[in-house]
């Protein structure tokens, strides 16, 4: 039976391989990232601390939408969003259960591999014991240069042979903001960690928005209320909307639906 370490592994390495992205690049804006590849919309959202993502679907639509918290965590929020499409891409949506917070199964087990060898794939790490390290040098290089935790860049460095058992022990237990502090670049975790605190609305149902606020369909105080913006300015930004009939080959009409169903249909 094929393990799980190595499905999510073949299914991280496919997915980068499908998108055209190279293992040694990193990805940066996974929120935009997600949404550009899958056209899965992922907000960040003020939740219970202990709840770091979810994965949803509109039974009606089929569309489905990522949540994750906001936090003073970067690196846990980005995980969180890739664990979650790790979940999408398994089709762990498929078999229409719900998992309660905190249980762990074969699923939860290979969307955190997914996580990992997508986010810091083993080729970017390097291979084998000629190339190991016992400073945290390295390892702060790949915290930053990746946009993963400490302990996520442990785990990939010691599967790729390149630290001990013992060295994997104690990175683990390092927080990205010692990292940081240790290695000059704690002025830039704390912008991260600013941005990861606060809400995010989801990319494509605003671009939406905006496009039934510009035909006329929309006001802009719905629109100011997902954009967190003073009405006022907004309409500054984007201008007055269209204020032509609707006619019936207009796709928007006043009960359209601001959801595109999946694939455009």
């Not at 690049?25 to 590849?37: C, H, S």
């Not at 984007?238 to 207009?250: C, M």
């Amino acid at each position: 039976m094929t393990s799980n370490e190595v499905l999510a592994r073949g299914r991280a390495e496919e997915f980068r391989r499908k998108q055209g992205v190279s293992e040694s690049t990193p990805i940066g804006d996974v929120f935009e990232f997600v949404q550009r590849t899958t056209g899965v919309d992922v907000m960040s959202v003020r939740a219970d601390l202990a709840e770091h993502g979810l994965l949803m679907q509109d039974t009606a639509s089929g569309r489905a939408c990522i949540a994750v918290s906001v936090n003073m965590h970067p690196m846990r929020q980005r995980s969180s969003v890739i664990h979650e499409l790790g979940h999408l891409l398994a089709g762990d949506l498929d078999d229409g259960q719900t998992l309660p917070s905190g249980v762990r199964n074969n699923a939860e087990v290979q969307a955190d591999a997914f996580c990992r060898y997508l986010l810091l794939p083993i080729s970017a790490v390097g291979e084998g014991p000629s190339l190991e390290v016992s400073d945290t040098s390295t390892l702060s290089a790949l915290v930053q240069t990746f946009g993963v935790s400490p302990a996520i860049a442990a785990i990939q460095l010691r599967k790729a042979g390149r630290i001990t058992s013992r060295t994997n022990t104690v990175w683990m237990n390092l927080s990205t903001r010692q990292v940081a502090a240790v290695h000059g670049w704690l002025d830039r975790y704390d912008q991260l960690a600013a941005a990861s605190d606060e809400p995010r609305a989801p990319q494509g149902l605003l671009a939406r928005a905006v496009a039934a606020y510009q035909a006329g369909v929309l006001s802009i105080n719905e629109l100011a209320v997902w954009y967190r913006r003073d009405p006022t300015e907004l309409e500054a930004e984007l201008g007055v909307p269209d204020q032509s009939p609707v006619t019936e080959s207009d796709p928007w009409d006043s009960t359209a639906s601001i959801f595109d169903a999946p694939d455009g249909r």
